[in-house]
T-cell receptor, first 114, second 117 residues
């Protein structure tokens, strides 16, 4: 079974703090994704990585950065957390890029910024 | 413009009954994939079923089937014999091939399903 893990299920941070969300997958997938999920909006793509050290902006990259130093690990960084970044963050991975390829998700991190 | 529409924010179904969750999509790309995911209260998104735009037959996976009507751009999820464990959010998603440097998956806003004993 594909396993995608995220470092924290729940996280509470203060405005202005630097926040790291870690994601690890164990299936040697090329592609990794970070989404945020908000009620009524579904999932929105923040960043995408198709290889080590490669990244591309998704739909809502502002206020976020990412790092992929190893194939299995994809980190989402909030340089200076703000209250409007309170959300559920979901990491996903997929083996290849194509219309047929399923993304596999981690359990999510519910981040609250006070 | 919304590319994935799920018009039912919330639905109820009696245990053991069948239920249909609606999804319509918008694309001009002839090659695309349609997915349904389930998200229980635990938060993890669970892949349920996939339908390719060129697939001739409707996809089925156990109690899940996808009612694919290409001309209507409709991809409804049918759950047969509902169980209490089916209570969750359900997301319809679409992946278009080849439009950008990555094949972006677009998710709908979701439908909350509650199964009543």
């Amino acid at each position: 079974d594909v396993k995608v893990t995220q470092s924290s299920r729940y996280l509470v941070k203060r405005t202005g703090e630097k926040v790291f969300l870690e994601c690890v997958q164990d299936m040697d997938h090329e592609n990794m994704f970070w989404y945020r999920q908000d009620p009524g909006l579904g999932l929105r793509l923040i960043y995408f990585s198709y290889d080590v050290k490669m990244k591309e902006k998704g739909d809502i990259p502002e206020g976020y950065s990412v790092s992929r130093e190893k194939k299995e690990r994809f980190s989402l960084i909030l340089e200076s957390a703000s209250t409007n970044q309170t959300s559920m963050y979901l990491c996903a991975s997929s083996p290849e890029t194509g219309a047929t390829d399923t993304q596999y998700f981690g359990p999510g991190t519910r981040l609250t910024v006070l | 413009a919304q590319k994935i529409t799920q018009t039912q924010p919330g639905m109820f179904v009696q245990e053991k009954e069948a239920v249909t969750l609606d999804c319509t999509y918008d694309t001009s790309d002839p090659s695309y994939g349609l997915f349904w995911y389930k998200q229980p209260s635990s938060g993890e998104m669970i892949f349920l079923i996939y339908q390719g735009s060129y697939d001739q037959q409707n996809a089925t996976e156990g109690r899940y089937s996808l009612n694919f009507q290409k001309a209507r751009k409709s991809a409804n999820l049918v759950i047969s014999a509902s169980q209490l464990g089916d209570s969750a959010m359900y997301f319809c998603a679409m992946r278009e091939a080849g439009k950008t440097s990555y094949d972006k998956v677009i998710f709908g806003p979701g439908t909350s399903l509650s199964v009543i004993p």
